[in-house]
């Protein structure tokens, strides 16, 4: 295990030992990554202090021609330390409710989960199973028959489900509900704009209370699903959306557009969770969180910023542009993130200097503004902890600038707009 794994798990342990975790609650974390790599590894340990439950993926259900298909998730339980508790979690498309109905189809499909389940336990503790299945309102009854098969075939695991905040208004869900251990209320969804200036938003803070208020009343125990993910919108040059993306990827389009990100407060969720502390709620048992953080992940908190929410805390917020001298005059221009959280919105600061004008270029995605002796440099900022080479600079033979680096300020609205290839 790296030092950054060692400290950030330290420091882990140390939020369960002196801080009001999360309104005392317990909390879990989605693993919802179908590779199994060594970033997740080191992800897994630096939380395994902090959770006592992971919600893993397992796999895909979906049904084609009247058929089940099962798309596998390659789980590396080594990845666990012995006393891990561990939900195994199925994600159930919206296209089997053509079979849910059918009760010639149950045993098949609880055939795929028993094997899966049989593998883990050989190396951790299968604490539950839970169903994350988007199903229609009107087929509650169904899902209802459905989940008691389930229920029946697993009699040793607890069984949950993912619940949306439409079905609280239908009389069936309680019955749903009878035949769970406990269920997930989700509290984000994603609406795509139509334009860019219109709101977009995914945790749905306005209504989160109230929906909860309402879960509490049915008498069933429950967790809530909070997020911590984020999305990059794409537009056209009109301003009109045209699609977004999860995942970092090379953009491709034939004409210009316009990116906005749009991300999950770690404010407005740690000031929704105090707000939670002065509800008198009796069936609320936790937070489940989406999703476990890992290096590679572009639209998702960071691991510090995961650690300090965990803890109650706002993740502090730090950037600083700085020059290193390399030999023969050369100089370097980095930006580094020294904060908790990573940055959505584009950042920007000044480079002035005195007399004749060094060589320079900004490199790195980085662009270039002219002011008044010097340049404005604008772009992404680095992730938490890490640091970019933005530009460099060289005096001329005959000419010694004296550089001077400006503090670091955000630019609002995040919005990049980019050339077609």
Known sequence: MSYHVKYLSL???????????????????????RSWNTELRDSIKVVENCVSIFLVLGGNFSCEDGKIRFKKVDVNWDYFGEKANVVMVFRVSSDYSSLLGNE??????????????????????????????????????????????????????????????????????????????????????????????????????????????????????????????????????????????????PLIFKEKIQVRTVSTSPDEIISFLDGLKTKRL?????????????????????????????????PNCGLKAYLDEKENGLLELYLENTGERNISSEVSFNVAWSGDAPYYDVIGGFRAQSIKNGIKIVGKAPKAGKKVLAAWFKNTRDNKSNLMVGAVDFIAGGGTTYLAE
């Open 282 to 314: 009796k069936k609320i048992r936790g937070v489940f969180w989406f999703r476990l953080p890992v290096e590679s992940d572009e639209f998702n908190w960071d691991i510090k910023t995961f650690l300090s929410v965990l803890s109650g805390k706002i």
């Open 11 to 33: 420091v882990c342990s140390l939020f369960l030992n002196t801080a009001d975790l999360t309104f005392a609650f317990e909390n879990g974390v989605y693993v919802w990554q």
């Open 104 to 249: 010639n189809s149950w045993p098949e499909f609880s055939r795929y989960i028993a094997d899966f389940i049989t593998a883990g336990k050989q190396k951790v503790n299968i604490a539950g199973l839970q169903l994350d299945y988007d199903c229609p309102t009107s087929k509650l009854t169904d899902y209802s028959k459905f989940l008691g098969f389930i229920k029946r075939q697993f009699p040793d695991c607890k069984i949950s489900i993912t619940a949306l905040p439409t079905w609280l208004d239908s009389n069936e869900f309680l019955n749903l509900a009878k035949e769970t251990d406990y269920y997930v209320m989700q509290l984000y969804s994603f609406e795509p704009p139509k334009t860019i200036n219109d709101e977009a938003e995914i945790f749905l803070k306005d209504n989160a209370l109230s929906w909860i208020e309402s879960a509490d009343k049915i008498g069933r125990p429950f967790y809530i699903a909070l997020p911590t993910y984020g999305y990059e919108i794409i537009f056209g040059a009109d301003g009109r959306f045209i699609g977004f993306k999860a995942e970092h990827e």
